[in-house]
Protein backbone atom coordinates (compact mmCIF):
# COMPACT_ATOMS: atom_id res chain seq x y z
CA UNK A 1 0.00 0.00 0.00
CA UNK A 2 1.25 3.19 -1.01
CA UNK A 3 1.37 5.84 2.16
CA UNK A 4 0.96 9.57 1.72
CA UNK A 5 1.12 12.94 3.76
CA UNK A 6 2.24 13.16 6.93
CA UNK A 7 1.91 9.31 8.07
CA UNK A 8 4.72 8.26 6.02
CA UNK A 9 7.06 9.30 8.71
CA UNK A 10 4.99 7.31 10.98
CA UNK A 11 6.79 4.21 9.05
CA UNK A 12 10.10 4.70 10.58
CA UNK A 13 9.22 4.68 14.40
CA UNK A 14 9.25 1.42 15.01
CA UNK A 15 13.07 0.60 13.58
CA UNK A 16 14.24 3.70 14.79
CA UNK A 17 12.73 2.39 18.33
CA UNK A 18 14.34 -0.81 18.08
CA UNK A 19 17.73 0.54 16.64
CA UNK A 20 18.24 2.73 19.50
CA UNK A 21 17.16 0.11 22.13
CA UNK A 22 19.95 -2.06 20.10
CA UNK A 23 22.70 0.47 20.54
CA UNK A 24 21.58 1.25 24.33
CA UNK A 25 21.31 -2.61 25.12
CA UNK A 26 25.11 -3.65 23.44
CA UNK A 27 26.59 -0.52 25.32
CA UNK A 28 27.23 1.51 22.39
CA UNK A 29 25.81 4.21 23.53
CA UNK A 30 28.18 4.60 26.63
CA UNK A 31 31.26 5.66 23.59
CA UNK A 32 29.33 7.20 20.68
CA UNK A 33 27.65 10.27 19.64
CA UNK A 34 24.59 9.25 17.81
CA UNK A 35 22.86 12.09 15.52
CA UNK A 36 19.69 11.86 13.83
CA UNK A 37 18.82 14.83 11.36
CA UNK A 38 16.49 15.34 8.31
CA UNK A 39 17.15 17.27 5.27
CA UNK A 40 13.85 18.99 5.50
CA UNK A 41 10.74 18.90 7.22
CA UNK A 42 7.50 17.87 6.17
CA UNK A 43 6.68 18.39 2.15
CA UNK A 44 3.47 16.25 1.57
CA UNK A 45 -0.26 16.70 2.00
CA UNK A 46 -2.45 19.80 3.33
CA UNK A 47 -0.09 20.04 6.17
CA UNK A 48 2.50 21.49 4.16
CA UNK A 49 0.27 24.30 2.90
CA UNK A 50 0.30 26.52 6.55
CA UNK A 51 2.07 28.24 8.37
CA UNK A 52 3.30 25.71 10.88
CA UNK A 53 3.76 23.14 8.02
CA UNK A 54 6.11 26.00 6.03
CA UNK A 55 7.79 26.43 9.52
CA UNK A 56 8.65 22.48 10.13
CA UNK A 57 9.80 22.35 6.36
CA UNK A 58 12.66 24.90 6.61
CA UNK A 59 13.25 23.80 10.49
CA UNK A 60 14.09 20.37 10.12
CA UNK A 61 14.80 17.81 13.32
CA UNK A 62 18.22 17.89 14.43
CA UNK A 63 18.59 15.17 17.78
CA UNK A 64 22.17 14.27 18.82
CA UNK A 65 22.53 12.49 22.14
CA UNK A 66 25.79 12.36 23.88
CA UNK A 67 26.93 9.79 26.19
CA UNK A 68 26.45 10.57 29.96
CA UNK A 69 29.43 10.07 30.64
CA UNK A 70 31.17 12.62 28.16
CA UNK A 71 28.71 15.43 29.12
CA UNK A 72 30.12 15.05 32.76
CA UNK A 73 33.79 15.12 31.94
CA UNK A 74 33.04 18.56 29.97
CA UNK A 75 30.40 20.44 31.50
CA UNK A 76 31.37 23.34 29.60
CA UNK A 77 30.51 21.47 26.19
CA UNK A 78 27.27 20.36 28.01
CA UNK A 79 26.40 23.77 28.95
CA UNK A 80 26.64 24.84 24.71
CA UNK A 81 25.03 22.38 23.34
CA UNK A 82 22.38 22.98 26.16
CA UNK A 83 22.24 26.62 25.07
CA UNK A 84 22.15 26.32 21.51
CA UNK A 85 18.98 23.96 21.96
CA UNK A 86 17.15 27.53 21.33
CA UNK A 87 19.63 28.71 18.74
CA UNK A 88 20.17 29.31 15.10
CA UNK A 89 22.22 26.16 13.40
CA UNK A 90 22.86 25.13 10.03
CA UNK A 91 23.77 22.46 8.19
CA UNK A 92 27.43 24.37 8.12
CA UNK A 93 27.43 24.06 11.78
CA UNK A 94 26.54 20.41 11.93
CA UNK A 95 29.48 19.96 9.35
CA UNK A 96 31.74 21.98 11.71
CA UNK A 97 30.63 19.98 14.49
CA UNK A 98 31.03 16.89 12.99
CA UNK A 99 34.70 17.62 12.22
CA UNK A 100 35.08 18.97 16.01
CA UNK A 101 34.09 15.80 17.32
CA UNK A 102 36.81 14.13 14.85
CA UNK A 103 39.73 16.13 16.79
CA UNK A 104 38.34 16.31 20.25
CA UNK A 105 39.87 16.59 22.90
CA UNK A 106 43.04 16.67 21.55
CA UNK A 107 42.22 20.55 20.92
CA UNK A 108 42.50 23.20 23.77
CA UNK A 109 39.93 23.23 26.37
CA UNK A 110 38.73 26.38 25.92
CA UNK A 111 35.91 25.67 23.99
CA UNK A 112 36.34 28.39 22.11
CA UNK A 113 37.63 25.89 18.88
CA UNK A 114 37.48 27.93 15.58
CA UNK A 115 37.16 25.81 12.61
CA UNK A 116 40.34 27.23 10.68
CA UNK A 117 39.93 25.30 7.71
CA UNK A 118 36.12 26.40 7.13
CA UNK A 119 34.06 29.50 6.48
CA UNK A 120 34.11 31.89 9.27
CA UNK A 121 30.01 31.35 9.65
CA UNK A 122 30.71 27.60 10.90
CA UNK A 123 30.07 27.29 14.84
CA UNK A 124 30.28 23.84 15.92
CA UNK A 125 27.25 22.70 18.15
CA UNK A 126 30.35 22.31 21.05
CA UNK A 127 30.75 26.28 21.21
CA UNK A 128 28.38 28.60 22.04
CA UNK A 129 25.89 30.04 19.45
CA UNK A 130 24.57 33.22 19.75
CA UNK A 131 20.17 34.17 20.38
CA UNK A 132 21.08 36.92 18.33
CA UNK A 133 22.35 35.03 15.08
CA UNK A 134 20.50 35.94 11.84
CA UNK A 135 20.07 34.01 8.95
CA UNK A 136 22.61 36.34 7.02
CA UNK A 137 25.38 35.82 9.86
CA UNK A 138 24.44 31.89 9.10
CA UNK A 139 24.97 32.37 5.21
CA UNK A 140 21.00 30.77 5.16
CA UNK A 141 19.50 32.26 1.72
CA UNK A 142 16.13 34.13 1.70
CA UNK A 143 14.20 31.46 0.46
CA UNK A 144 15.20 29.19 3.45
CA UNK A 145 14.87 32.17 6.64
CA UNK A 146 12.66 32.07 9.04
CA UNK A 147 12.78 35.57 10.20
CA UNK A 148 9.75 37.60 9.33
CA UNK A 149 11.09 40.06 7.08
CA UNK A 150 11.54 36.72 5.03
CA UNK A 151 9.93 33.76 5.44
CA UNK A 152 6.97 34.63 3.38
CA UNK A 153 9.04 35.64 0.65
CA UNK A 154 6.53 34.94 -2.26
CA UNK A 155 9.92 34.19 -4.66
CA UNK A 156 10.40 31.41 -2.84
CA UNK A 157 7.12 30.02 -0.85
CA UNK A 158 5.10 27.67 -3.65
CA UNK A 159 1.69 28.97 -2.80
CA UNK A 160 0.40 31.80 -0.98
CA UNK A 161 -0.05 32.31 2.89
CA UNK A 162 -2.64 34.69 3.91
Not at 35 to 41: F, N, P, Q, V
Not at 96 to 114: E, G
Not at 148 to 153: G, S
Request: with cysteine.
Amino acid sequence: RRVHGQEVIGLMDNDLYDFIQWMHTEGHLSNTVLIMIADHGGHMGSYYYTIPGLLEHKLPLLTMLFPNQYLKKHPEMHKNLQHNQQSLCTAWDIYATLRHLAVYPNIHRSYSYDIPWGPPWQISLLNKISYNRTCEAAHIDKCFCICHTHWRNWECTPFYLS
